[in-house]
């Protein structure tokens, strides 16, 4: 069972790992290559890192739309919901006159309490000085930016 190989089949077999260590080379230098390129325009980046911010507000839309109302011992509070934007169910409560980070922005179709339908906007709200993250009802919040 003796077979004989050819040299020319044998050098190519001994030049292939020296190919796929040069592939292996040319693809680690694309993916680290660059850094020399002017930085984009930083302008933007650097508004974009600004979180807009604003305060709990029991106005009379929010106060209308059943989204704050006045506790037993006085205090005025806004009604949140801590998984989703929602007008009924509330499992949170804020503080009226709070500050908060604004995370993101959703809007909904919602009905009133005649039935028409009406888009609302939500927003997905943080206290400033941290903790829990509640959606709510746009009405209830006056945006401001930092």
């Not at 050819?6 to 230098?29: A, K």
């Amino acid at each position: 069972m003796n077979q004989v190989v050819s040299l020319n089949h044998s050098r190519q077999f001994r030049r292939l790992p020296l190919v796929i260590l040069l592939l292996l080379l040319l693809l680690l230098t694309a993916c680290f290559g660059g850094g020399d390129e002017a930085p984009q325009d930083t302008a933007v980046s650097d508004q974009a890192a600004i979180s807009p911010t604003g305060t709990m507000v029991c106005s009379p839309d929010c106060l209308n739309q059943g989204q704050c109302g006045t506790t037993a011992d006085g205090r005025t509070v806004i009604l949140a919901h801590s998984t989703q934007p929602a007008t009924r169910d509330h499992d949170v409560i804020l503080a009226n006159d709070r500050p908060m980070n604004i995370l993101t922005q959703e809007q909904r179709t919602v009905l009133d309490a005649a039935g028409t339908p009406f888009t609302l906007n939500f927003f997905l709200v943080q206290p400033t000085e941290g903790g829990p993250n509640s959606w709510v009802a746009g009405s209830c919040v006056s945006q401001t930016t930092q």
